[in-house]
């Protein structure tokens, strides 16, 4: 890996890379873990959908891609951004709908040289001119999301070309010599496809530099609940992942385990929480409720920091199970929400039903079943920068 981080890569993309994203991203967690222990819980990790708009519709999407356009102008993402870069914040996850259909994403980047995006996208409106301003930026890390062979992806993706379209994306990016990413919601339609050391291969050949395996969730309008994973499926994954990571030279992220192999959600550790293009403060992207916004006169800090509904949000989910409350008590969250009051964030305004829907599943959480890493790089980083943080210990302490 080392070897291809030197020969492969654009090195004023590389300094960018290893110091905004990795040592400034470091300190960004070491100022969470010090708040943290004072009982304050500011996110270093924030995840924006910037727009709702998107070219594709895809099964199990939460977002109202066909809705009227919404989105985070420059004025309001400037005012985000400082403002968490304020309290030492240095990466920033930009989701959609589709990212790249905001005219103002690149502005967005440009504007703030001192923080580092990724940006969650289906790739297709990537063009080698987007790369090369990309590049350009230096800042931005493109992660394209994949989801199976040429029938499956138009199959899930609700169109047409869309894996060539997609791969164009990647190629794009890779010939710019952008850190890119790929990533899969892994579901019964590509599960055994993805799972195989041919795909690592394949992506590094290409030249991808990390990927990135989601577990499908059946939820929003469209849930296809036929989809999702089983318990052994799930455990396959985990295995796989730590054992490709001390064998293929290329990046692989999760944001489901530590680094003794228990699971964890990170919207519960305040690791990270989302903003909507509504400009509503979320817990994460999949939990469409909200009682407050970024707009808020007292400021994001103060706004996140004194939050009621996100802080029962993390104490009741972490009471209930190490993995994915929406997954195993939608009912719970329902009632967290009717409790608070907080607002159905969606345009289609059937996130209550929609929860009502739900049928109770296992998540990433097995318990009594851990795959510790085997990578003693990923132990460590994952040790120090991305674990619980004490969260569930907390609440059992309080009980
Ligand atoms: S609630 Fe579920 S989907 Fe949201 S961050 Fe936690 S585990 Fe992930």
């Given amino acids: 890996m080392a070897k291809r981080l030197l020969l492969e890569t654009d090195k004023r993309l590389l300094w960018k890379l290893s110091y905004t994203m990795g040592f400034k991203g470091m300190l960004s967690v070491i100022k969470h873990k010090r708040r943290v222990k004072k009982g304050i819980f500011f996110p270093p990790f924030l995840h924006i959908s910037i727009i709702n708009s998107c ?25 985000m951004l400082c403002e968490a870069k304020a309290v030492g914040n240095a990466y920033f996850g930009i989701l959609g709908g589709e990212p790249f259909m905001h005219k103002e994403l690149i502005t967005v980047f440009e504007r703030h040289p001192d923080a580092y995006f990724q940006v969650f996208t289906n790739g297709q409106l990537i063009t080698r001119d987007i790369a090369r301003k990309l590049r350009r930026c230096g800042n931005v890390t493109p992660v394209i999301s994949v989801e199976g062979s ?41 599960f055994e496809d993805f799972l195989q050391e041919s795909w690592a291969d394949k992506l590094i050949e290409m030249g991808v530099m990390y990927m990135w395996f989601h577990t499908y969730r059946p939820i929003g309008p469209d849930p296809c609940p036929e989809l999702a994973l089983t318990p052994e499926q799930q455990k396959r994954v985990r295995e796989f992942v730590v054992n490709m990571r001390v064998k293929k030279p290329i990046g692989i992220i999760d944001a489901y385990y530590d680094h003794k192999g228990q699971a964890l959600c990170p919207a519960v550790t305040a690791a990270s929480h989302h903003i909507s293009p509504y400009g509503d403060i979320e817990p994460c992207p999949i939990i469409q ?13 103060e706004t996140f920091t004194q939050s009621k509904f996100l802080q029962d949000f993390r104490t009741l989910a972490a009471k209930n199970t190490r993995g994915c409350i929406v997954l195993e008590h939608p009912d719970l969250l329902k009632q967290l929400a009717e ?11 059937t996130a209550f039903p929609e929860l009502d829907a739900l049928e109770s599943r296992p998540s990433q959480d097995t318990p009594g079943y ?9 132990r460590l980083a994952k040790k120090y920068f991305f674990n619980d943080f004490g969260a569930y210990a907390r609440v059992t302490a309080n009980d």
Avoid at 58 to 76: H, S, T
Avoid at 289 to 301: A, M, P, Q, T, W
């Fill in 150 to 190: 040429q029938t499956i992806s138009d199959q899930r993706r609700g169109g047409s070309d869309v894996l060539n379209r997609t791969m164009q994306g990647v190629q794009n990016c890779v010939d710019e010599k952008l850190f890119t990413g790929v990533c899969s919601s892994l579901c019964q339609t590509n």
């Fill in 370 to 378: 851990q795959v510790p890493e085997k990578s003693w790089a990923y």
């Fill in 55 to 79: 070219n594709l519709h895809c099964q199990g999407c939460w977002v109202d891609v066909k809705a009227k356009q919404a989105k985070l102008d420059v004025d309001r993402m400037d005012k």
């Fill in 289 to 301: 409720f909200s009682k407050e916004k970024i707009d808020d006169e007292r400021g994001l800090y």
């Fill in 339 to 349: 409790k608070h009051g907080a607002r159905d964030t969606t345009v289609r305004n």
